[in-house]
């Protein structure tokens, strides 16, 4: 063999090195199938906010569920302008999730670690809407939380068409998770917050909010207490902002009155 030919099929044999290594690596990587966090921001309380208030406020989304509620960043943002330390974290389920399996233990557990990795130094104030209000409740009936937001929470009972098998829509894009259940006491403060509309269903299919025997829900603005003094138990309060997915200002404003109220 000539010199030139070594050195032409040594050339070739190299060339081939980078497509088989992308053809390796393509071929070998395996999706995420544990409940991870898949979005983290932190926020600092603002320099010129009136004061700072040591209790961190966590924003949370549950995703890959089949409802992917909206972004918290106004939120957060203007918390933030408030002196508050805010956190917006995404926990994405575990897949593929198996029939009638609950998602949110391990989803809680993710959560944990990562609110711990934040070194903050109080327990959280958990804010959730929709299907993310799953996940806060699950948290919060494992680990300390010093108080509970729940806008728009959904019913006790799964309210979807073939259970586990599909999404709050109808569709199929939530099959596969069981709806969890929970027995936790307002022992900390909690509110429950939504539209005049839903709380009319929600008064029936939620069992915080059945527990306010009496109140009104077409009542606009805060509906009342259930629970002990020191802003502890479940306040209820009828917003706007909130119809069509909105997370409107004046929601936000209602749940800031609300944490004043309760010396956050």
């Not at 070594?6 to 199938?33: D, G, N, V, W």
């Not at 700072?52 to 992917?68: D, H, I, M, N």
């Not at 009638?100 to 959560?111: D, I, K, R, W, Y």
């Not at 509970?148 to 599909?166: H, I, K, S, Y």
Request: proline share 8%.
């Amino acid at each position: 063999m000539s010199f030139y030919r070594a050195r032409s099929l040594l050339s070739l044999s190299f060339s081939t090195i980078p497509s088989l290594r992308m053809s390796f690596s393509a071929t070998s990587f395996k999706p995420q199938k544990d409940a991870h966090c898949s979005r983290y921001l932190f926020r600092q309380p603002s320099p010129a906010a009136s004061r700072e208030s040591p209790w961190p406020v966590v924003f949370l989304r549950a995703k890959g569920l089949g409802e992917e509620p909206g972004e918290w960043a106004d939120w957060s943002g203007m918390f933030a302008e408030k002196g508050y330390t805010a956190i917006e974290i995404d926990i994405t389920a575990p897949t593929p999730i198996e029939d009638a399996e609950s998602p949110f233990g391990q989803m809680s557990n993710s959560l944990s670690s990562q609110i711990r990795l934040s070194a903050i130094p109080f327990p959280p104030i958990i804010i959730a809407r929709g299907l993310s209000t799953l996940l806060a409740q699950t948290f919060i009936s494992d680990f300390p939380a010093s108080a509970l937001v729940l806008v728009d929470p959904v019913p006790d009972e799964d309210p979807r068409p073939e259970g586990f098998g599909t999404a709050l829509d109808g569709s199929s894009k939530g099959q596969g998770w069981a709806w969890p259940k929970f027995d936790f006491e307002p022992h900390f403060p909690i509110l429950l917050i939504s539209s005049q509309s839903q709380l009319n269903g929600l008064s029936v299919s939620n069992r915080l909010l059945r527990t306010h025997t009496g109140i009104d829900p077409n009542k606009k603005g805060f509906l009342g207490r259930l629970g002990g003094g020191g802003g502890k138990g479940v306040e209820v309060v009828a917003a706007d902002g909130l119809e069509g997915g909105q997370l409107g200002e004046g929601a936000r404003v209602e749940v800031e009155r609300w944490m004043d109220r309760c010396g956050f």
